[in-house]
């Protein structure tokens, strides 16, 4: 079940067949292999799994991690005194995530 786009919060929320678990996944989709903007905060690294998504449109590899790893991994900037947060893409595009849906699991 999608979101409301631009929802704070996760993107989609699955639910098991029998509805008794379910979990919620940030989706970060992008044109070319570029960092993931996370935002001026990194709480917004919300939901049990965050699915990255790059070169969308011509050649997809999606990257499973949890949101811990995403916070751990995150590089922080600041300019004139302003905080951002991003994921590069040597810290998303490793084996352990390429395509690792079994992270997520069967339910």
């Known amino acids: 079940m999608p979101t ?36 001026t905060s990194l ?3 919300l939901g ?3 699915v990255i998504i790059n070169r969308v449109a011509d050649a997809p590899s999606a990257f499973i991690m949890l949101p811990a790893e995403v916070a751990a991994l995150a590089h922080r900037g600041e300019k004139d005194g302003r905080v951002s947060y991003w994921l590069q893409p040597t810290s998303y595009d490793r084996p352990e995530y390429r395509e690792a849906w079994q992270r997520i699991g069967s339910g």
């Open 4 to 39: 409301a786009r631009n929802a704070r919060g996760v993107d989609i929320v699955a639910y098991t067949r029998d509805a008794t678990h379910f979990i919620g996944v940030q989706v970060k989709a992008l044109s070319k292999r570029n960092p993931v903007p996370l935002g």
């Open 43 to 45: 709480d917004k690294c």
């Open 48 to 50: 049990d799994f965050w």
